[in-house]
């Protein structure tokens, strides 16, 4: 079985970068939550976008955490208002 | 690139940030890991041009809206984000059906049964330059 980032590196840089605050954070690139699932608890809502239908699936296969919502598009077709979010975060997706 | 870039940065409130999180090097390693810590490197990943094509691209985007001044970096770092195999064979599947444009080549797979055969308490595992920078809008 692949197991990825056991060490927690990509979290652990990510903690360090983000305001110690409730946010909002708009997530791009979310894949199956891999990444979502593990800094959801610190944000109060998470809008987590990808444009592959079958990861959002994989991703809503298993109970999201509290505060997320998921949405299947491209960024270029994703309408929200400006500045809605604390946090944009392009993971793995620019 | 540009124009989806420009879009998130429209979504950041003043007080906000944008965070870019993605591979610094677009060639990841299959390694070997020993217990006591050592990596032996049994090659890189095989890119597709277009893969680099888009690496690049993402990097000119990113300097084409830090240009225009409304964003500045406030801080950037890299780290080593790895996966982990069973088997050569099993790294070599699982980047075939997940990555895109990008396979490990017969010869790094070869390397990498290689050196399992010699050190069989060795762990595959694949080793990706990642870079994260938060961009923050600009105060002037």
């Known amino acids: ?94 | 690139m540009v124009d989806a870039l420009t879009r998130a940065c429209r979504w950041v409130r003043d007080d906000g940030c944008l965070v870019d999180l993605r591979p610094a090097d677009v060639v990841a390693h299959v390694q070997i890991g020993l217990p006591d810590g050592t990596c032996m490197d049994a090659g890189g990943v095989d890119v597709e041009d277009e893969r680099r094509s888009r690496h690049t691209s993402a990097d000119l985007a990113l300097h084409t809206v830090l240009a225009r001044g409304a964003f500045v970096v406030e801080s950037e770092r890299t780290f080593e984000f790895c996966r982990y195999a069973d088997s050569p064979d099993e790294m070599r599947d699982y980047i075939a059906s997940k990555w895109r444009q990008t396979l490990i080549g017969a010869a790094t797979h070869a390397r990498a049964v290689d050196l399992l055969r010699r050190h069989p308490h060795g762990r595959v595992q694949l080793v990706e330059r990642v870079g994260i920078r938060k961009l923050c809008r600009s105060s002037s």
Do not use: H, K, N
Not at chain 1, 6 to 31: F, K, M, S
Not at chain 1, 40 to 63: C, H, K, Q, W, Y
């Open chain 1, 1 to 94: 079985m692949i197991v990825q980032d056991p060490e927690g590196r990509e979290i652990d840089a990510l903690a360090a970068l983000l305001p110690l605050r409730p946010l909002d954070v708009v997530e791009i690139g979310c894949g199956d939550g891999r990444l979502t699932r593990r800094y959801a608890a610190r944000a109060r809502s998470v809008l987590a976008v990808d444009p592959d239908a079958g990861a959002i699936a994989e991703f809503s296969a298993t109970p999201l955490p509290p505060g997320v919502v998921l949405r299947t598009s491209p960024i270029d077709r994703l309408d929200l208002p400006d500045r809605a979010a604390d946090v944009v975060l392009l993971a793995w997706s620019l």
